[in-house]
């Protein structure tokens, strides 16, 4: 079935500092959307790409879907003690249907 | 707008014991999906419906029970816990128009 790798598990920030998350997947993705849960939260969608290529930005969030559609990325810069928490990816294969999730990146921020 | 609610928040059980937990949401949403979250395996899927009466299997449905009869609640049964089923519980729901989906505060289930 459709898998999604997420990379590295974790990741430890020094605050201030950029970091960059990293989605793959074996097979095409139709669409990928990004999740952050912040500790003891439930997730909370943060961002849709579809088009091959596509780069989206959210203040200090940059996402952007390959060329291939086979994987993403999210890059945070000037991190912030209020970007703690685990980001996920995660994939559907058609509208309103079920996602496959990533395992996703637990980010520490170290002030 | 109270949008997706679930109870009870916690819920400590013993094994063998039936538990229901609830989840309600004010949206109309069509779809509903229930998942469960634990420590190395990120969310999975237990069940989820496309609308009222259509439910399906999602990546891990054994020992669950799901029902829904009126499109704004989507119960979830664990017909006799376990202590594998100690997890918390993520409710969501989707318009079906879009791939987002909304997610309940959850459930921390402990089965003693």
Redesign the interface.
């Known amino acids: 079935g459709q898998q999604v790798m997420q990379i590295p598990q974790y990741q430890h920030v020094q605050e201030g500092e950029d970091f960059t998350t990293y989605c793959n997947s074996s097979t095409t993705l139709s669409?990928i959307?990004w999740y952050k849960q912040r500790p003891g939260?439930?997730?909370?969608?943060l961002i849709?790409l579809v088009k091959s290529g596509e780069v989206k930005k959210q203040k200090r969030l940059t996402f952007q879907f390959g060329e291939a559609k086979k994987n993403s990325s999210l890059h945070i810069t000037a991190t912030q003690t209020t970007d703690v928490g685990t980001y996920?990816c995660?994939s559907?294969r058609a509208?309103?249907?079920?996602?496959?999730?990533?395992?996703?990146t637990r980010v520490l921020v170290k002030p | 707008d109270a949008g997706i609610t679930q109870s009870p928040r916690y819920k400590i059980t013993e094994t063998g014991r039936q538990v229901t937990l609830m989840c309600h949401q004010t949206w109309s949403h069509s779809y509903m999906f229930w998942y469960r979250q634990d420590l190395g395996h990120g969310l999975r899927l237990i069940y989820y419906s496309a609308a009222a009466d259509i439910t399906d299997k999602g990546e891990v449905p054994d020992g669950y029970v799901v029902s829904r009869s009126k499109t704004e609640n989507f119960p979830l049964t664990l017909e006799s816990a376990t202590r594998s089923q100690t997890s918390v519980y993520f409710c969501a729901s989707s318009t079906g128009k879009s791939y987002e989906q909304y997610f309940g505060p959850g459930t921390r289930l402990t089965v003693t």
């Not at chain 1, 939260?41 to 969608?45: A, E, L, S, T």
């Not at chain 1, 509208?95 to 996703?104: I, M, Q, V």
């Open positions: 669409n959307q939260g439930h997730p909370v969608f849709q996920f995660a559907s509208a309103g249907n079920k996602l496959t999730f990533g395992g996703g």
